[in-house]
Nanobody
Framework: QVQLVESGGGLVQAGGSLRLSCAAS????????MGWFRQAPGKEREFVAA????????DVADSVKGRFTISRDNAKNTVYLHMNTLKPEDTAVYYC???????????????WGQGTQVTVSS
């Protein structure tokens, strides 16, 4: 069992930056791939980024490529989403998730956090 808690969301102006953190409980964090997804009001949950358990491979959605990066620190049981050059269309609730393999589809992940709100003003 893995419990995930996101933090770092908030209100930021367009062009600004935020770093989201996802802290995991349990000693097996290092064996899971981690992903970030987001969901805006009235829209489906959308893949943002994912990272393998060893950090050897990452994947980032085209919509955020060049602006967002994902990283993890297994010693701290934490995964990060570094968000730069934020746009109003990035406004959403951001969720982290843990699963057996790095994937861009939400149903490949077993465990989910409660989400953190990111609002980008124009």
């Amino acid at each position: 069992q893995v419990q995930l808690v996101e933090s770092g969301g908030g209100l930021v102006q367009a062009g600004g930056s935020l770093r989201l953190s996802c802290a995991a409980s349990g000693r097996t964090f290092g064996s899971y791939a981690m992903g970030w997804f987001r969901q805006a009001p009235g829209k489906e949950r959308e893949f943002v980024a994912a990272i393998s358990w060893s950090s050897s491979s990452t994947d980032v959605a085209d919509s955020v490529k060049g602006r967002f990066t994902i990283s993890r620190d297994n010693a701290k049981n934490t995964v990060y989403l570094h968000m730069n050059t934020l746009k109003p269309e990035d406004t959403a609730v951001y969720y982290c998730a843990a699963g057996p393999v790095r994937a861009s589809t939400w149903n490949r992940y077993y465990y989910w956090g409660q989400g953190t709100q990111v609002t980008v003003s124009s």
